[in-house]
């Protein structure tokens, strides 16, 4: 066998786990294995952690997926969110009236705000750095004579472990190695949306828009586009600008960004209610635009192949529309860090026959447990857009029937039983693991 240039992994007899990316999934999924006692390594391209962005949300899906991963990564989170000025998300007709015309509860201090800087760097305290390796780019997955992976990089350095789970995000190079590149499924594609994030002053927001409006989380609905602003610290506004364009995208450099500039976003709005254009003056001239790309019109047809899988936004990237990719993200890493639980346990059984199977199981069940739900997200998100921008024909503009289209939405997102989802993903591990006969009982 060839003796890599540079092993991470040197051959103990421990179940050993790569996570490849180190954005919300990935540092999730490392901290629950962590809390588990499950061993794994970390690798990210990147020099250091870190989010692009302004703010993130989590709804209450999603916290409470935080707290069944790790309880302290909650309290991270808890640490850095804004509390709500009240529990209610409310939907504004920005373009004629400026006027309320549905609003949604949150839960007590639900869905809040932080921004996403304060919330990885809460939990990259959390994380034995030991265990991460920076600046590994990932490009290709090699499986061993004996059912071990070795992972290649970039650097031509090597990893090695008895999984792989790609968190690698939209435009997964991961992905791409289970579905082939020439995979439509392999990359994302654009839904002709793009938007303008940025975090403004909150004494400029409060000023503009009353105390109120810049206490809570409030949507602007509109023809073609809308706005969507919330509180992400005592000093700052998150303000997120979404419009809808029929031209392609196109970089030269294949890349989701571009420069942008104010007056773009105000040309967008420029028939709106002057309170939403209020809010576009509060933000710089010179902004960064973001491509909206999702995996909708070519959807990965499963997530894991043998002893690698994909989670994320790697497996299932959705627009930002319902607020909810990132709380996805973290279910996936909460069933994972269970079921790779499981599978370190049944490595460690005497007379257990080799874990190399029950690795493979255990993520063709993670696949099953995940997948309708996710892509179910990726679907519905487009069509929230459109619910947002006006643009469904039942509904129009008509708020008692957007919020009854809005509602089932986010409450099936909302009301999700976690506890199911992984007693239902222990017991179909137990049943593969009987059926194939590969444990012994003690
Ligand atoms: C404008 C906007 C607003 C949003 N708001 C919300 C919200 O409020 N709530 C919510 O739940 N979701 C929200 N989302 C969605 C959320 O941001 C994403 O679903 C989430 O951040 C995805 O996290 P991830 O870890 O799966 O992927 P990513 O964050 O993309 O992380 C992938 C990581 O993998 C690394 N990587 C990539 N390729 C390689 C490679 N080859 N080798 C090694 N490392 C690699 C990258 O450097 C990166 O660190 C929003 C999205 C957008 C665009």
């Known amino acids: 066998m060839l003796t890599p240039p540079f092993s991470d992994v040197s051959r103990s007899p421990r179940f050993h786990v790569a996570i490849i990316g180190g954005g919300i999934t990935g540092v999730t999924l490392a901290l629950g294995l962590q809390a588990r006692g499950v061993s794994y390594t970390l690798y990210e391209r990147a020099p250091c952690f870190k989010e692009i962005g302004a703010g993130v949300g989590f709804s209450p899906n999603a916290e409470a997926a935080l707290k069944a991963v790790d309880p302290e990564i909650h309290a991270a989170y808890k640490r850095v969110a804004m509390p709500n000025g009240e529990d209610w998300f409310q939907w504004v007709d920005g373009y004629s009236s400026d006027e309320v015309g549905y609003k949604l509860y949150l839960g007590e201090q639900g869905f809040q705000g932080c921004r996403r800087s304060d919330f990885i760097d809460e939990l990259a305290e959390l994380m034995p750095m030991k265990n991460v390796r920076f600046g590994r780019v990932v490009e ?16 031509g350095t090597v990893g090695e472990a008895d999984v792989v789970i790609g968190c690698d995000g939209i435009r997964s190079r991961v992905r791409q190695l289970i579905l082939g590149d020439d995979n439509p499924a392999s990359h994302p594609s654009y839904t002709k949306q793009f938007c303008f994030r940025g975090l403004v002053p909150m004494d400029k927001a409060r000023k503009t828009l009353s105390e109120y409006r810049a206490s809570t989380r409030f949507m ?9 602003t919330y509180p992400v610290s005592p000093e700052l506004l998150n303000v997120l600008l979404v419009i809808s364009d029929s031209n392609p995208w196109s970089t030269t450099d294949g890349r989701h960004t571009a420069r ?6 105000l040309e967008a709005f420029k028939n709106w209610h002057s309170s939403v254009r209020a809010i576009i003056d509060l933000m710089p001239d010179d902004m960064d ?23 994320g936004d790697a497996a299932h990237a959705t627009g930002p529309h319902l607020g909810a990719g990132a709380g996805f993200g973290i279910e996936d890493a909460l069933v994972l860090s269970e079921l790779l639980e499981a599978v370190d346990r049944a490595a460690r059984m005497k007379g257990g026959k080799p874990r190399a199977q029950i690795c493979r199981d255990a993520l063709s069940v993670y696949n099953d447990v995940r997948y309708e739900r996710t892509q179910w997200l990726v679907g519905r998100t487009r069509e929230a857009c459109d619910l947002f921008q006006w643009r469904d024909k039942d509904v129009g503009k008509d708020f008692e029937k957007f919020g009854k289209e809005i509602t089932w939405r986010f409450h099936q997102i909302w ?20 059926s194939n006969g590969l444990l012994t009982p003690d």
Do not use: T
Request: charged content about 30%; aromatic content about 10%.
């Open 260 to 265: 942008g500039r104010k007056k773009e976003a």
């Open 415 to 434: 009301e999700y039983d976690l506890d199911k989802m992984v007693e239902d993903a222990i017991q179909g591990l137990n049943s593969k693991v009987k």
């Open 289 to 311: 635009k973001w491509a909206i790309f999702d995996m909708l019109e070519h959807p990965a047809p499963f997530y894991s192949k043998g002893a690698v899988c994909i989670a």
């Open 220 to 228: 602007y609905n509109g023809p073609g586009a809308h706005a969507i």
């Open 140 to 155: 290709r997955v090699e499986e061993l004579a004996d059912g071990m992976m070795r992972i290649h990089f970039g650097d």
